[in-house]
């Protein structure tokens, strides 16, 4: 292999994420910056400003052509944000690498009070994400929340031009910018759980790429690898897609995994929350078995509508 091209997206964030798997690998392997290519690749999710993700298509919009790239060799590796990925990836495709987690926080950036408890009746705060609009409205049933797509770059413009009061964002997006000066307040976990996968940069390859799979294996992170597989598979049992306000987060200490997940309705106004201890090395069972203790929980009817 004469040069290792690492696909992304284009966005200021997967480029400094893309970036982040190139030092590793070059320290791992003591390899010249060279020895890679960044190749940023346009995705449909980018593309698409104007409606929810959840109307266009869900998550995989930001990977399908990115993993097209994949499969038929023009690039050699992906570099996504893991709460991004489907749970479900094309055939020959595997999720194989998570670098070492970032804080899973989100964070508010406020213009007109630094808190979310703080803003104004009726005010406005912006999101593209379900979840996040789901616990703004379980926060703060009186604000306005509105539509806010687009990079974190777009979003904090946006803020700056009055289209919004505030936002929220993820903790370690800003932090990979460098743009932590914005943040007005960063959300408890217990308050307001994050995406599963958030905070995580994952690393998609090919099955069976022996020459890959070497080079991966030096920056592999385990205990990431298994938070995210409980987590992955909490998702992947209640929907895994865009379309669904679903909030989980997996810490591994040593051999033991504790997992906290939640459930909640577009509205805000019910959600069923569920914990589980275990075994690190049964993670996706964990994730499952949370999954199916949560559906339990809320029964049949809290999902109508939901797809």
Partial sequence: MQTLKIGTRGSPLALAQAHET????????DLPEQAFEVVAISTSGDRIQDRPLSEAGGKGLFTKEIEEAL???????????????PTVLPDGLELSTFLPREDARDAFIGKTAKRIADLPHGARVGSSSLRRQALIRRMRPDLDVV????????RLRKLDEGV????ILAYAGLKRLGLESVITDLMPLDVFPPAPGQGAIGIESRIG?????????????????????????????????????????????????????LIISPDGAESHEVKLDGRAE???????????????KAGAKFFEGWA
């Fill in 22 to 29: 190139r030092a590793r690998l070059m320290k791992a392997h």
């Fill in 71 to 85: 499969l038929d060799g023009r690039i050699d590796i992906a570099v996504h944000s893991s709460k991004d990925m």
């Fill in 147 to 154: 539509m806010f797509r687009g990079n974190v770059q777009t």
């Fill in 164 to 167: 919004a009061d505030g936002t």
């Fill in 209 to 261: 790429d022996g020459p890959v799979e070497k080079m991966l294996a030096a920056i592999r992170d385990v205990p990431t690898g298994q938070a995210l597989a409980c987590e992955r598979a909490f998702l992947a049992a209640l929907d895994g897609s865009c379309r669904t306000p679903i909030a989980g987060h997996a810490t591994v200490s040593g051999e033991k995994l504790s997992f906290a997940g």
């Fill in 282 to 296: 049964d993670a996706a069972e964990i994730g499952a078995e949370a999954a199916r203790s949560v559906r339990a």
